[in-house]
Each structure stands twice: as structure tokens, then as C-alpha cells.
């Protein structure tokens, strides 16, 4: 793109919230902006006919999870979007009327410190829709490569019964291929699991040599500007006690220390933030109220095996925050593809194959040409704040599985699966010394009311676990296995002087985030394969 000051892309994708309930209360900031008016509540009904109206409300973690698959949601939307609790009481019938009306709460304005002081200095989007009337895993599809290949279920989540074999048949291009076309340095950092690798694509070895534990990103965003990655994906942590992706029942308070944790990061880098857009957008209401209609939308191909992909999902939460972005509204129509659609004008890539993305409007309408140097200087979380009011209902996020938490575990699965030898033997010390960890642990002297069983993740050393140990383990292993994978494909890539100096340099460029050497230059690359020929003695 012509006279794009921006150097740096940065995505945080978090999950299941509406804009309404998030950011509707920014009415009292932005009196154009499109969100709730106290004054004239929408309103809806439960089964009973009992009458549900939008209300403020500071509660933070909610015991249920509204559904938001897509026959649900179709039901959300009967009436002029009059169907949100109606749909909530039929699938909950025990849920007390406190728990309805959650599904019609929104914010008050500053509550949320990371969301809420982000867009009162940067830009809200307003017309931001999930890319589909559906769950996380088939939006997340739609936002990395632009299509969903017709899938717009859950695998095994107890009420579409999609078959699990199907949703690891992902084999589209994805954005990231897109970007190792070009040569774009890119990076993705996750927490657990990331979400993205059910991508056939991403789970191959040269690809999941850029992938990196969030703690990577804080030292990449506090060094040379000229050294961050062009783009960044960030994926939270869905698991476990710990999860700070926004999903119910998870206190909504962990996303906004997440979101203020990135944002800090890029500020306190001055070189850096003066290139950089954050975009941050959730990928899905997760079955909460919002008013506005979802328009009607072109398919991204002819793959309509569950559903025919005409209508944008419901509005979800975004905003673009930059110097390089106004403090203000932006009301044209995205979705998740928008962003796409950027990156693709942005860096001349080859388009993607998808309809959405050619027809889907840019994020980069509301880039300016202007610096500002003003801003918001950081985003500070007080102790209440970081202190769930609820910490029994963070305790049954582990024992009570999501239809998410239940996805990612049969993804865990799937990863073992795909590798030919299956668990490999240097990892049998490893689990030996995670038994005698545990073995350690189980010796101490718990008091005799805590039921729960600890260890210790090799992902998480510092850090006592219950449940979701196994598959931190498993994910940490798989990774660690698919970089020594990878050099034999950089080695290929390195040599191969029919590729571009740019392309060998990319590749060269993975070698040094998974060696720590540094020979990113051409006349180092002879080096680089020099030290690939170690690999396999």
C-alpha cells in the first residue's frame, strides 16, 4: 500500500463477547458511535415470557456458557435479534433470572481498563462482525486463511456432532503461507495450545518453527524495532485456571490484563509502537445480546457442506490502536477477512483464495498519514481488578470442559497422531522425570480438604498444575520435536540457489529463532547450511 507508515502488525484475537456487551456503554464517549442507549433499552424474553431488558452490570465471571453454534444463533436472531435469552433459558431451564439477564448486561463505561482506555484514545470499530453466525473454531478459519472449507462446527462438541476427522482437513492456504511467499518475517506466540495449528499448513515443520510461548513476545517487543516481527499473531491461553481468552466462565478481568500486557509491551518500545498497528478483535459473541442485524455476506467458495456462509456473525468487540489512528469511530463494515485483505494490499501478496477476502473492505481505511505523540502512556490493572471475585468458578473451568476446552484436547491428540513415530523416545527422560516431579508433589502434606492432584508442566516449570498439565506436556514436546524437524527443511531451503536471496534469507532468518545464531545476511547463508549439516549426525 502507498504511503502505509505502518511497519508492524500485531493481531490479538480473543473469543466470545458481543460488542454491545463489551464496549455499547462507549455511547457516554462516542455519541455516534452505535451501542446502547440507557435511556431505550433493547430488550428480549426468556421461555417463560418474562421480559429481559440491556442493563449495566459489573459481574465478571458467568457460571453457564450461552451457546453460540450455529442453529443457536440462528434462534438469537429470530425477531430482530429477540431470540438471545429465549435461546439461553431453553438450553439452561435451571439458570436463575440473575443469569439471563447477564445475556442482556453490558459494561459501564472504564470498567473494562484494557478495552475501555484503549478506545478512548485509538479507534472503535462498530460495524466489526464475526465472519460467520458460529463458534470460534470456523471464525478463527475464516480470519487466518478466508474460508472455513464449508465447516461450521465444533468437532465432538455434544450437540452438532461434527466429526472430528473432518476439522483436521484444513489444507487451505493460509496467510502465513502467504507471507513465506513474500519473505514477510512473522512470528505467532500462544500460551497453551495454539488454536491455529489445527491449519494443516501451520502444523508443518518450517511453519512451527515460528511459533513461540508468549513470553517470547516481551523480549521481542522490548528490543530493536528493526529486529520485531512484520507480523505477529497472538493467541491466549485457553485452558485451565489460568485462561485468559475470555471464555466464560473465565474472569473477564484476565483478558484485560492480557490485552494491557501487549499494549505495554509495544508502548514502552518507542521505536517500535511509531510502526506498529495492534488489532484486537474477538472472534465470536459467545451467545451474548447484541442489537445490531448482521448484514448478508458473499461465501468464500462453493464449500457449503453445513452451511452456505451468506450473513456475517453477530458484532464482536475491535478496535485499531496505533499512532497512526485517530481517537474516534469507524463505522465501515469489517469482519475478520478485513484484515486479511490488508496484509494481502499491504505487503502485494498473492490473494488468497477466497471471495470474502476479494470483496471484504480493509482496516487500512482508517490509517492516517499523521503521527500523533499523544496517547495513552500505559494501561495499569489494580489489584481487585487482578483478584477474580469467583475463584470457585475459575477451579470448575478445569473440571468442566468447554466444547472449546474438549476441541483443543482432541487437537492435542491429533498432533501425536500425525507424527509417525508417535511420542518419541527422547522424550521417555523427560516423562520420567515428570513422574518423579509428581511423585514429589503428591508427598507433600495438602491439607486434607483439596481434592485436586498437582504437577508440574515441563511448558511451566515454575509453576504447580492440575488437570491441564497433559496437554501443555504434550503440546510443549510435539513443538520441540517439529523444530528439529524443521532444520533439515531450512537446510533444503538454504541451499537452494534457485530461490530468491529474499526467500533463502527467510529461511535462514527461522534458523536463527530456533538456533539463536545469527546469519541472516547472504553471505552467511553458506554458514547457516554448515551448521544445518550437524543436523542428523
Same mark, same amino acid.
Given at each position: 500500500?502507498?504511503?502505509?507508515?505502518?511497519?508492524?502488525?500485531?493481531?490479538?484475537?480473543?473469543?466470545?463477547?458481543?460488542?454491545?456487551?463489551?464496549?455499547? =456503554?462507549?455511547?457516554?464517549?462516542?455519541?455516534?458511535?452505535?451501542?446502547? =442507549?440507557?435511556?431505550?433499552?433493547?430488550?428480549?424474553?426468556? +421461555?417463560?415470557?418474562?421480559?429481559?431488558?440491556?442493563? =449495566?452490570?459489573?459481574?465478571?465471571?458467568?457460571?453457564?456458557?450461552?451457546?453460540?453454534?450455529?442453529?443457536?444463533?440462528?434462534?438469537?436472531?429470530?425477531?430482530?435479534?429477540?431470540?438471545?435469552?429465549? &435461546?439461553?433459558?431453553?438450553?439452561?431451564?435451571?439458570?436463575?433470572?440473575? $443469569?439471563? +439477564?447477564?445475556?442482556?448486561?453490558?459494561?459501564?463505561?472504564?470498567?473494562?481498563?484494557?478495552?475501555?482506555?484503549?478506545?478512548?484514545?485509538?479507534?472503535?470499530?462498530?460495524?466489526?462482525?464475526?465472519?460467520?453466525?458460529?463458534?470460534?473454531?470456523?471464525?478463527?478459519?475464516?480470519?487466518?486463511?478466508?474460508?472455513?472449507?464449508?465447516?461450521?462446527?465444533?468437532?465432538? $462438541?455434544?450437540?452438532?456432532?461434527?466429526?472430528?476427522?473432518?476439522?483436521?482437513?484444513?489444507?487451505?492456504?493460509?496467510?502465513?503461507?502467504?507471507?513465506?511467499?513474500?519473505?514477510?518475517?512473522?512470528?505467532?506466540?500462544?500460551?497453551?495450545?495454539?488454536?491455529?495449528?489445527?491449519?494443516? &499448513? +501451520?502444523?508443518?515443520?518450517? &511453519?512451527?518453527?515460528?511459533?513461540?510461548?508468549?513470553?517470547?513476545?516481551?523480549?521481542?517487543?522490548?528490543?530493536?524495532?528493526?529486529?520485531?516481527?512484520?507480523?505477529?499473531?497472538?493467541?491466549?491461553?485457553?485452558?485451565?485456571?489460568?485462561?485468559?481468552?475470555?471464555?466464560?466462565?473465565?474472569?473477564?478481568?484476565?483478558?484485560?490484563?492480557?490485552?494491557?500486557?501487549?499494549?505495554?509491551?509495544?508502548?514502552?518500545?518507542?521505536?517500535?509502537?511509531?510502526?506498529?498497528?495492534?488489532?484486537?478483535?474477538?472472534?465470536?459473541?459467545?451467545?451474548?445480546?447484541?442489537?445490531?442485524?448482521?448484514?448478508?455476506?458473499?461465501?468464500?467458495?462453493?464449500?457449503?457442506?453445513?452451511?452456505?456462509?451468506?450473513?456475517?456473525?453477530?458484532?464482536?468487540?475491535?478496535?485499531?490502536?496505533?499512532?497512526?489512528?485517530? !481517537?474516534?469511530?469507524?463505522?465501515?463494515?469489517?469482519?475478520?477477512?478485513?484484515?486479511?485483505?490488508?496484509?494481502?494490499?499491504?505487503?502485494?501478496?498473492?490473494?488468497?483464495?477466497?471471495?470474502?477476502?476479494?470483496?471484504?473492505?480493509?482496516?487500512?481505511?482508517?490509517?492516517?498519514?499523521?503521527?500523533?505523540?499523544?496517547?495513552?502512556?500505559?494501561?495499569?490493572?489494580?489489584?481487585?481488578?487482578?483478584?477474580?471475585?469467583?475463584?470457585?468458578?475459575?477451579? +470448575?473451568?478445569?473440571?468442566?470442559?468447554?466444547?472449546?476446552? %474438549?476441541?483443543?484436547?482432541?487437537?492435542?491428540?491429533?498432533?501425536?497422531?500425525?507424527? $509417525?513415530?508417535?511420542?518419541?523416545?527422547?522424550?521417555?527422560?523427560?516423562?520420567?522425570?515428570?513422574?518423579?516431579?509428581?511423585?514429589?508433589?503428591?508427598?507433600?502434606?495438602?491439607?486434607?480438604? =483439596?481434592?485436586?492432584?498437582?504437577?508440574?508442566?515441563?511448558?511451566?516449570? $515454575?509453576?504447580?498444575?492440575?488437570?491441564?498439565?497433559?496437554?501443555?506436556?504434550?503440546?510443549? !514436546?510435539?513443538?520441540?520435536?517439529?523444530?528439529?524437524?524443521?532444520? %533439515?527443511?531450512?537446510?533444503?531451503?538454504? !541451499?537452494?540457489?534457485?530461490?530468491?536471496?529474499?526467500?533463502?534469507?527467510?529461511?535462514?532468518?527461522?534458523?536463527?529463532?530456533?538456533?539463536?545464531?545469527?546469519?541472516?545476511?547472504?553471505?552467511?547463508?553458506?554458514?547457516?547450511?554448515?551448521?544445518?549439516?550437524?543436523?542428523?549426525?
Amino acid at each position: 500500500m502507498a504511503n502505509d507508515p505502518i511497519k508492524h502488525v500485531v493481531v490479538l484475537a480473543l473469543e466470545n463477547h458481543s460488542f454491545d456487551q463489551m464496549l455499547g =456503554s462507549l455511547t457516554a464517549y462516542y455519541p455516534e458511535l452505535e451501542g446502547v =442507549s440507557p435511556a431505550a433499552p433493547n430488550e428480549n424474553v426468556d +421461555q417463560d415470557g418474562t421480559i429481559y431488558r440491556q442493563a =449495566s452490570t459489573e459481574e465478571r465471571q458467568m457460571t453457564f456458557d450461552p451457546h453460540h453454534e450455529v442453529q443457536w444463533v440462528k434462534e438469537q436472531l429470530e425477531n430482530r435479534n429477540g431470540g438471545f435469552v429465549k &435461546n439461553f433459558s431453553k438450553m439452561y431451564p435451571a439458570s436463575k433470572p440473575e $443469569d439471563r +439477564q447477564f445475556v442482556m448486561g453490558y459494561y459501564p463505561p472504564d470498567f473494562l481498563p484494557g478495552l475501555h482506555q484503549l478506545a478512548q484514545h485509538f479507534t472503535v470499530c462498530d460495524h466489526w462482525f464475526a465472519s460467520l453466525p458460529g463458534p470460534t473454531w470456523p471464525n478463527r478459519f475464516m480470519a487466518l486463511t478466508g474460508t472455513a472449507k464449508g465447516r461450521v462446527n465444533m468437532p465432538d $462438541d455434544g450437540t452438532s456432532k461434527a466429526d472430528l476427522a473432518g476439522y483436521f482437513q484444513q489444507d487451505q492456504d493460509t496467510i502465513f503461507d502467504r507471507l513465506n511467499d513474500k519473505a514477510i518475517y512473522w512470528k505467532s506466540y500462544f500460551h497453551d495450545i495454539p488454536q491455529s495449528w489445527t491449519l494443516d &499448513n +501451520q502444523r508443518k515443520p518450517h &511453519n512451527v518453527a515460528r511459533y513461540f510461548y508468549m513470553s517470547e513476545f516481551f523480549i521481542d517487543a522490548n528490543g530493536r524495532e528493526a529486529d520485531f516481527p512484520q507480523f505477529c499473531f497472538i493467541e491466549p491461553d485457553f485452558m485451565g485456571i489460568v485462561g485468559n481468552d475470555d471464555h466464560p466462565p473465565h474472569d473477564v478481568m484476565k483478558a484485560q490484563k492480557l490485552i494491557a500486557d501487549v499494549y505495554n509491551a509495544l508502548r514502552a518500545n518507542d521505536d517500535l509502537w511509531r510502526s506498529t498497528l495492534l488489532v484486537i478483535f474477538y472472534d465470536e459473541h459467545g451467545g451474548f445480546y447484541d442489537h445490531v442485524i448482521p448484514p448478508n455476506a458473499v461465501a468464500p467458495d462453493d464449500n457449503h457442506a453445513e452451511y452456505t456462509f451468506d450473513q456475517l456473525g453477530i458484532r464482536v468487540p475491535a478496535l485499531l490502536v496505533s499512532p497512526w489512528v485517530g !481517537r474516534r469511530v469507524e463505522s465501515t463494515q469489517f469482519d475478520h477477512t478485513s484484515v486479511l485483505k490488508y496484509i494481502t494490499e499491504k505487503w502485494q501478496l498473492c490473494p488468497l483464495l477466497s471471495k470474502r477476502v476479494e470483496q471484504a473492505n480493509s482496516i487500512g481505511v482508517a490509517i492516517g498519514q499523521q503521527l500523533r505523540d499523544d496517547g495513552l502512556p500505559r494501561i495499569e490493572l489494580s489489584r481487585e481488578q487482578l483478584t477474580p471475585p469467583k475463584l470457585e468458578l475459575e477451579e +470448575q473451568a478445569i473440571a468442566n470442559n468447554s466444547a472449546h476446552d %474438549s476441541a483443543l484436547k482432541k487437537l492435542r491428540d491429533h498432533l501425536w497422531l500425525e507424527l $509417525d513415530e508417535g511420542a518419541p523416545r527422547l522424550y521417555a527422560g523427560l516423562a520420567h522425570l515428570g513422574d518423579l516431579a509428581k511423585s514429589f508433589f503428591d508427598s507433600l502434606a495438602l491439607p486434607k480438604s =483439596s481434592n485436586a492432584t498437582f504437577s508440574v508442566s515441563i511448558a511451566e516449570p $515454575d509453576k504447580l498444575g492440575t488437570d491441564d498439565v497433559s496437554v501443555k506436556d504434550d503440546v510443549a !514436546r510435539w513443538l520441540m520435536r517439529k523444530k528439529k524437524d524443521a532444520v %533439515s527443511i531450512l537446510a533444503g531451503h538454504i !541451499r537452494n540457489e534457485a530461490l530468491s536471496d529474499d526467500l533463502r534469507r527467510h529461511a535462514a532468518r527461522t534458523l536463527e529463532l530456533i538456533s539463536g545464531r545469527r546469519f541472516h545476511h547472504v553471505e552467511k547463508l553458506e554458514e547457516a547450511a554448515k551448521l544445518l549439516d550437524i543436523h542428523g549426525q
